[in-house]
């Protein structure tokens, strides 16, 4: 079984600073990682993912993260914030393969605020 | 456009009233799945399907029913709604082929039992 760590429940920053919202999984087997937004009062929308590859991936709208698999982490950046950026970010993980090993396992949220 | 819909958005219930919240999707996806998200919990698993008449139980499937006759539809049943119940949820569809594409999400059903 998987599960996913986000060691931050709550991010404030000003607006045009950067921010790094930290996540770190554990599995035994290989796994896919994800990040989706969640602003007020909507559905989650998938942000960026890392499937094999570069271990860099980024988002159209300016946010990156780097999977690092010695330490087990996958954590989300962004170089300048803009206030529509406040919303709250989930990481999850899946196996991506079989039955209950197929299940995306979510981190309990980060929630970034963006103050003027 | 490929989607997944839930239906009602807003659902205010009594203790003890059946009820059903359907989920649709268009994608032709083998992979469908019931979270509920509650503060300070992030998402939980209720149960999934793997493909038509193949569902199993997730992490918090207690209360909680499903079926999937037919690819497209998955609906969530609550036989006897409690307040504990009260949640946001989330059906979510994903291709079962390149398991590392993600989950289509709907837009959610906020459910309250009084």
């Known amino acids: 079984a998987q599960s996913v760590t986000q060691l931050d429940s709550q991010v404030p920053v000003f607006e045009e600073a950067p921010v790094e919202l930290r996540c770190n999984y554990s599995s035994s087997v290989s796994v896919y990682l994800f990040w989706y937004v969640q602003y007020p009062n909507q559905g989650l929308q998938l942000l960026l993912k890392y499937l094999s590859g570069s271990t860099l991936v980024e988002s159209i709208n300016g946010f990156e993260a780097e999977f690092n698999k010695s330490q087990t982490s996958f954590h989300l950046r962004k170089p300048s914030v803009h206030i529509s950026d406040t919303a709250e970010y989930f990481c999850a993980v899946t196996a991506g393969s079989g039955g209950s090993n197929y299940k995306l396992t979510f981190g309990k949220g980060t929630l970034l605020t963006v103050n003027p | 456009e490929a989607q997944v819909t839930q239906n009602p958005r807003y659902l205010i219930t009594v203790t003890g009233k059946k009820l059903t919240v359907t989920c649709s999707q268009n994608?032709?996806?083998?992979?469908m799945s019931w979270y509920r998200q509650d503060p300070g919990l992030g998402l939980r698993q209720i149960y999934y399907?793997?493909?038509?008449?193949?569902?199993d139980k997730g992490d918090v499937p207690e209360g909680y029913k499903v079926s999937r006759k037919e690819k497209r539809n998955f609906p969530l049943i609550l036989e006897s709604p409690s307040p504990n119940q009260t949640s946001l949820y989330f059906c979510a569809s994903s291709p079962l082929t390149g398991g590392g594409r993600g989950y289509t999400f709907g837009s959610g059903t906020r459910l309250t039992v009084v």
């Open positions: 399907s793997m493909n038509v008449e193949v569902t």
């Open positions: 994608m032709n996806h083998e992979y």
